[in-house]
């Protein structure tokens, strides 16, 4: 079975630009993570997402936003990209009834100029 | 809010010599996480601890979650160079929040 399916893998945006990162969980996952991962740093919980519904948030600004789809996929949306921004952002896949793991994807390196 | 600090932030040591990190939260947790990153990649889950004072074992590998359920470690017997990576710990509070140390990074000499 495919593991965590993340796009794009790398992308160079500007100041001030949108972007919108795509996720595919793990077939049978229903609970989808997003992470924002700066350099030396770990893991920043940003949204979590459970049969489309926001059921976590953290502590990022409303320029953030997600959504999740029916078929469990997930996208994020960042607007006005602040240099700040630049970070590998990592999405996560968990089962319901599993042991609580997260399955990461590869990530989407995101350069803001 | 929740803090979950991680020593040493960096370790370097000779192939075949032991490695600890050690992962303390402010809050007490419902449970703790740990991850491997290599270089270049993402996190991959290696254990969950869930009960007051348990000790997981893998191979070399051995976790340990502490009495107030507030502390934890992993300690690597005889370090390979295939252990090189970062190691994060993610504690989990009862209000279902998740949170990341910033891990330890574990450099090997062959």
């Known amino acids: 079975d495919a593991g965590v399916t993340q796009s794009p893998t790398h992308l160079i945006k500007t100041r001030g630009q949108q972007v919108t990162l795509r996720c595919s969980p793990i077939?049978?996952?229903?609970?989808v993570s997003w992470y924002q991962q700066v350099l030396g740093q770990g893991p920043q919980f940003i949204f979590q997402y459970y049969e489309k519904e926001e059921r976590g948030r953290g502590n990022f600004p409303d320029r953030f936003s997600a959504r999740q789809f029916p078929n469990y996929s997930s996208e994020l949306n960042v607007n006005a990209l602040l240099l700040g921004d630049s970070a590998l952002y990592l999405c996560?896949?968990?089962?319901?009834?599993?042991?609580?793991?997260?399955?990461f994807g590869e990530g989407s390196r995101l350069t803001v100029l | 809010g929740q803090q979950v600090m991680q020593i040493p932030q960096y370790q370097h040591v000779q192939e075949g010599e032991d490695f600890t990190t050690y992962c303390n939260s402010s809050?007490?947790?419902?449970?703790i996480q740990w991850y491997k990153q290599r270089p270049g990649g993402h996190p991959v889950f290696l254990i969950q601890?869930?009960?007051?004072?348990e000790v997981k074992k893998q191979k070399r590998l051995t976790f340990q979650f502490g009495e107030a359920k507030k502390n934890s470690s992993l300690h690597i017997t005889a370090t390979q160079t295939t252990d090189v990576g970062t190691y994060f710990c993610?504690?989990?509070?009862?209000?279902?929040?998740?949170?990341f140390g910033d891990g330890t990074t574990l450099t090997v000499k062959p």
């Open positions: 996560a896949s968990s089962h319901p009834g599993g042991a609580g793991e997260l399955f």
């Open positions: 601890l869930v009960k007051s004072g």
């Open positions: 077939s049978g996952h229903k609970s």
């Open positions: 809050t007490t947790l419902s449970n």
């Open positions: 993610a504690g989990l509070t009862n209000a279902g929040k998740s949170t």
